[in-house]
Each structure stands twice: as C-alpha cells, then as structure tokens.
C-alpha cells in the first residue's frame, strides 16, 4: 500500500464556534489571528485565539483521517488483511482526534466566557452615552472608515467630517453593538463602519433635550411672591 498522506497544515475558520466567536468579539477570525500575530489583543482576547488555533489544528486532525477512511473503503486498495488492519486503525485514530477536537473545543467555550461577560456588562445604556460617545456616534453616522497604517499597524477611524476618532474608543462602540465595520474589505483599504440600529436609536436618544421648566426665584425676605403677571 502507499503511505499514509501527511496532515495538511491547520487552517483558520473551520470549527463550528467560529461564528460565535465572531459574534462575542465583533471581528473575523482571520483578523483575530492577524492581532494576535501583531501582539495587538489583550490578554482575554490573545488567550482565545491561541486556544481556537488548537482547536483548528485538532479540526484538521479529523479531516485528515476522515477522508483517509473514505479513500481506504473507495475500493482503490485490495480487500485484504493488511485493508481491514489499516482501516482499524484509523478508525481509532479517528476516535482519538475527535476526542482531542472535543477537548480544545471546551477550552475555546472557556475562554470565551469572560469575554463574553465582559461584553455584556459593558453594554451601554442611552443614558449612559457620554459627550464623547455621542460625538463618536454622530460623526460616524455622517461616513466614516477604519484605516491601519501600512508602517505603524496603528489603526483609526476617519469620519467624512474629517474628525478622527481612536481605535479603543471603536472598540468600545463596537462591543456596546452600537457600531458595526464592513471585514469583507481589508482594513489597510479602509473598512466602512457605519451605526447599526442599536446605535442610530441610542444617539436619537441621547441628542433629544427633554422639556424642562424654568427655575422659580426664591421670594426676597418682606417680599411677597411675584404674580403670574409680574413674571411676565
């Protein structure tokens, strides 16, 4: 028989968590990687992605000995002791690779989770807008892109007005859901980010001026209070 082929290298978005993972941390799971590559994330974010690079390695491991079984009962090979002893034999390594993909999948689950519970406790109420926020918020409603510096790998936002606004403070608005970017594009092109309703609901919100009355003028002492036609 001809040897076994060998194992192709892991490749990225191939687990079955990838879309949530991309649903907690607001990115693609080829940028994550990028970030990490860079030393770019925090601690949280840089442990998920190491844990999700095992768990693309050990979904390759799967792969591989899956289609090894299907070649081996394709009827390309003699059926034969030798046939059956080697079919055996990658159905336990097929066992044991799955086994392997369940565990890294849990340690994935697990280090999402506080990811995942500090993106929720940071959601931001409209009320909670700051001056900064709502700045932010309307500048990117007027047009805005995400651009990385080809030199620095420093990454910012550059509204239509020409107002800059940081790549942490992004982030923030991103992970409020408050922001959404456009990773179809490469962000050295520049990626547009735009409001999603969340946020085009919390910046109409936070830009309405409630009705207010005005303050009554405390009576001097010997006084009595003004009328209704003296305050006019």
């Known amino acids: 028989m001809p040897p ?7 490749r990225r978005a191939v687990s079955s968590l990838d879309h949530h993972i991309e649903a907690v941390t607001g990115h693609a799971i080829d940028t994550l990687w990028a970030y990490r590559d860079r030393g770019v994330l925090d601690e949280p974010h840089a442990h998920l992605v ?3 690079r095992e768990l693309a390695k050990a ?7 899956l289609r090894l079984l299907n070649r081996l009962s394709s009827g390309e090979f003699d059926v034969d002791d030798a046939l059956f002893t080697r079919i055996d034999r ?27 519970a500090a993106a929720a406790a940071s959601v931001l109420d409209t009320k909670q807008l700051s001056t900064d926020d709502q700045a932010a918020l309307l500048a990117i409603a007027g047009g805005a892109k995400l651009y990385e510096h080809l030199l620095t790998g420093r990454m910012s936002v550059t509204a239509a007005s020409g107002t800059r606004i940081p790549h942490l403070k992004l982030q923030r608005l991103e992970d409020a859901g408050l922001v959404v970017r456009d990773t179809d594009h490469p962000v050295h092109a520049g990626q547009t980010v735009s409001l999603t ?8 919100a936070a830009r309405r001026t409630p009705t207010t009355q005005a303050p009554t003028l405390p009576a001097r002492p ?11």
Not at 97 to 112: G, I, M, P, Q
């Open 222 to 232: 010997g006084t009595s209070p003004p009328t209704p036609a003296q305050r006019r």
């Open 90 to 116: 990658t159905v336990k390594q097929l066992e044991e690779a799955t086994d392997a993909r369940e565990a890294a999948a849990r340690k994935v689950l697990a280090a999402l989770e506080p990811i995942e």
């Open 50 to 52: 190491d844990r999700h």
């Open 197 to 204: 309703d969340a946020g085009r609901a919390a910046l109409s």
């Open 4 to 10: 076994e082929p060998a194992p192709t290298p892991a």
């Open 59 to 65: 979904q390759t491991g799967v792969t591989f000995y």
